[in-house]
């Protein structure tokens, strides 16, 4: 696989709210957890795929495996244990997904320093975000993996903040910041931003671009900002595009934002875009063509339950097109 995607960070067991054969109130396991989610994704829309994490031999652990694998997502390099699977149980208010997560002693979580893979050549794109980089000894055997590839490899960083997952907010504020400064793109959404900036409100356009400008003086080359079912932006340190989504019939948002970057990242690389230096060289079509495949993709995620993301064969060749694509 070359110029493969390695998603990096936290697999479990989401326990979706359900009804069984007599209408009695149950919970459904689907395989899940935000940078798995992205993997799948990216795996369906045939990126060359890879996931990086703890993973148990239970049977969960097993089931996490076995749907990486359908959708020809690697899975090699995730070192194998005896220790539970995470759970994680959602509840959905109006459509948005609330957790509950049981993450003691679990294989995800004990991912350490010592499971850190050596990496292939053929790796040229590492994404990293979400719970993943809370929890310790995980949290910080993922910055150090950022950390080491960095100057090597295309990183992706979505923060996904989980306030009610965070037990110090102060750490891991400080340790989002450094990954900021190590990465090529960042996706945030405008309820991270709040989180990240205390003080700071999203809907101010001066102060929203006062953290852009010091986040592209960081190092940053490509930045997502995402509002809800609201506007979303790519911005470059030149060029800024958005876009609105198109309604749909939404059933929850759980996976959306995990798509979105599926689509994103996979729209620059069959662009021939996602090295350091093509980042730094995109152009509004380019932008407009990722930003357009990233909002489609997630758009198909919020019309059926849970995260089961699209594969690239039910995506129309106007979800898929993009510059310089032959009509």
């Not at 459904?28 to 994704?41: K, R, Y």
């Not at 031999?57 to 495996?65: A, K």
């Not at 979400?130 to 950022?146: D, F, H, K, N, R």
Request: proline share 6%; hydrophobic share 40%; charged share 20%.
């Amino acid at each position: 696989m070359d110029n493969a995607i390695y998603c990096c960070g936290e697999a479990l067991i989401d326990m979706l709210p359900a009804r069984d054969a007599e209408g009695n109130s149950c919970c459904q396991p689907v395989p899940g957890g935000a940078v798995f989610n992205t993997a799948i994704a990216l795996g369906r829309l045939r990126a060359p795929a890879g996931f990086i994490a703890g993973v148990s031999r239970d049977l969960f652990g097993t089931q996490l495996v076995e749907a990486l694998e359908a959708s020809a997502v690697d899975a090699s390099l995730c070192p194998r244990s005896d220790r539970p699977t995470t759970l994680a149980f959602v509840k959905l208010v109006d459509g948005q997904a609330q957790y509950a997560f049981y993450d003691e002693n679990t294989a995800g979580r004990l991912f350490e320093l010592g499971d850190l893979p050596t990496l292939p050549p053929t790796v040229g794109t590492l994404h990293f975000g979400a719970i993943s980089l809370v929890s310790e000894p995980c949290g910080t055997a993922y910055e150090q993996l950022l950390l080491r590839e960095a100057d090597h490899r295309v990183i992706s960083l979505d923060p996904n903040i989980r306030p009610g997952f965070i037990q110090d907010a102060d750490r891991h504020r400080a340790r989002i910041e450094r990954l900021i400064a190590r990465s090529d793109i960042v996706k945030v959404s405008d309820e991270d931003l709040a989180w990240l900036v205390p003080g700071l409100d999203p809907a101010d356009d001066g102060a929203v671009q006062g953290w852009l400008d010091a986040t592209f003086d960081a190092g940053v080359s490509l930045i997502a900002l995402t509002r809800g079912g609201g506007t979303t932006r790519l911005l470059t340190g030149r060029h800024s595009v958005q876009q609105t989504p198109t309604p749909r019939a939404v059933v929850d948002t759980v996976g959306a934002g995990d798509t979105f970057n599926a689509g994103l990242l996979s729209a620059l690389l069959d662009m021939q875009a996602l090295s350091k230096d093509a980042l730094g060289e995109l152009g509004e079509t380019q932008l407009h063509g990722a930003l357009t495949r990233a909002m489609s993709v997630a758009g198909r995620v919020v019309e059926c339950a849970g995260a089961n993301p699209p594969w690239r064969a039910d995506l129309s060749d106007d979800e898929l097109a993009l510059p310089g694509d032959t009509p």
